[in-house]
């Protein structure tokens, strides 16, 4: 079993940027991560509590990042921003195995890791806007909206007999 949640209204808007004022509308993906919307975080797996304060766009992207890692490698290693600790992911079979430095070992079917990474980004992608309005104007959080939240155009369907049947 995996929790992995944040709470919008306990995120903070940013830690620094120019004149200690970030403007979400213009910042870049690197500082809107690492420097902006940090809060508690729950983060347990099985009896394994990983929960703290951490960049939620950090842990969204490295989580994401992590579970793609684990569709072809047998370990991974993400590092949280800010000194959050080192978190070190070992993929058997359809269990991954995960750890933040010497902290317990949780265990957790890939699957079910795989669907929270996903669910847990997509909710920073739509809460976040919602609390840091400009946030909703900046072009790299525009193009990872239309990666996660998005679904592709669907393709027409060819009718028969063509546009000039009758």
Do not use: W
């Amino acid at each position: 079993m995996i929790e992995l949640d944040f709470l919008p209204e306990d995120t903070a808007g940013h830690d620094r940027g120019p004149r200690g004022k970030m403007d979400f509308a213009t910042a870049d993906l690197y500082d809107l991560t690492y420097e902006a919307f940090r809060g508690p975080i729950t983060f347990a797996i099985d009896d394994a509590d990983y929960s703290g304060t951490y960049p939620v766009l950090d842990v969204a992207l490295g989580l994401i990042g992590v579970t793609k890692d684990l569709a072809t490698k047998k370990r991974t290693r993400y590092c949280v921003a800010e000194g959050g600790g080192d978190f070190h992911f070992e993929r058997k079979g359809d269990l991954v195995f995960a750890r933040l430095s010497r902290e317990p070992k949780g265990t957790v079917a890939y699957v079910e890791f795989c669907d929270a990474a996903k669910a847990f980004m997509k909710k920073a992608l739509q809460e976040l806007p919602r609390k840091f309005p400009d946030l909703s104007k900046n072009s790299e959080i525009q193009a990872l909206t239309r990666s996660y939240l998005q679904r592709p155009p669907s393709r027409p369907v060819a009718q028969r007999g063509g546009p000039t049947a009758r």
